[in-house]
């Protein structure tokens, strides 16, 4: 089992900026997360990528999102951020943390935190 524990969501104004954490607690599984990343999901809509990072740093991000937010990884903290600047309305949504990692029998589980939503008023 591994769990994962979102925080830094908020209101915030059109322009300004939040930062997301997210850390990682639970089994020894921990220490096989590979990918990390932040997902975002409207109500009804399907989840929708924000941004990844692989365990040697490598990088993805959504087109609506570059240049905007940056995704940071501690691996000794078992922590991923998620940097968020120059915030517009249309980013407001709950943002969901995953971890992929694996089990005990040796295959990938995707494991989600519970969500923290951000509200970007204009």
């Known amino acids: 089992q591994v769990q994962l524990v979102e925080s830094g969501g908020g209101l915030v104004q059109a322009g300004g900026s939040l930062r997301l954490s997210c850390a990682a607690s639970?089994?020894?599984?921990?220490?096989?997360?590979?990918?990390m990343g932040w997902y975002r999901q409207t109500s009804g809509l399907q989840r929708e990528l924000v941004a990844t990072?692989?365990?040697?740093?490598?990088?993805n991000y959504a087109d609506s999102v570059k240049g905007r937010f940056t995704i940071s990884r501690d691996n000794a903290k078992n922590t991923v951020y998620l940097q968020m600047n120059s915030l517009k309305p249309e980013d407001t949504d709950v943002y969901y943390c995953?971890?992929?990692?694996?089990?005990?029998?040796?295959?990938?589980?995707?494991?989600w935190g519970q969500g923290t939503r951000v509200t970007v008023s204009s």
């Open positions: 639970g089994s020894i599984f921990i220490f096989t997360i590979n990918n």
């Open positions: 995953n971890a992929v990692h694996l089990t005990s029998r040796g295959t990938e589980y995707s494991s």
């Open positions: 990072i692989t365990s040697g740093g490598s990088t």
